[in-house]
């Protein structure tokens, strides 16, 4: 479940890749600040299924298992239907790793100082 209070989600769709998630997750529960959480989007038709399913319950993020969409498809999904009205949400890949500590801080305050640009 996504907390309420998220002002980030971070979005990450993995397929035939297991061993690549755990390394990805393990960067980004060690370099996050709060307000950030991460959603994993899993494909039922995923032939490594079974090896997602080992061990993603082990991790505090959000995940679902539903029908293969493309990337496009995955973020029209999570941020219009899933979770709408969070303010600002970020593609993240299972091969990217996060090495910058309190990164969802610096971004979020980059947003936040280019949005009120635009107003």
Known sequence: ??????????ICTSF???QQLPEMLKTYFETRGPNTEMFVYLHEDDPKLDEYKSFI???DVAYIIEKHRCMQEVLNH??????PGIPYYQIITDDA???TKNWN????????NRYRDWE
């Open 105 to 112: 801080y610096i971004l979020l305050t980059e947003f936040e």
């Open 1 to 10: 479940m996504i907390d309420k209070n998220t002002k980030l989600l971070s």
């Open 97 to 99: 790793r996060y090495e």
């Open 16 to 18: 035939r890749r297991p």
């Open 78 to 83: 999570t941020c219009l239907e899933r979770y």
């Open 57 to 59: 319950d082990t991790y």
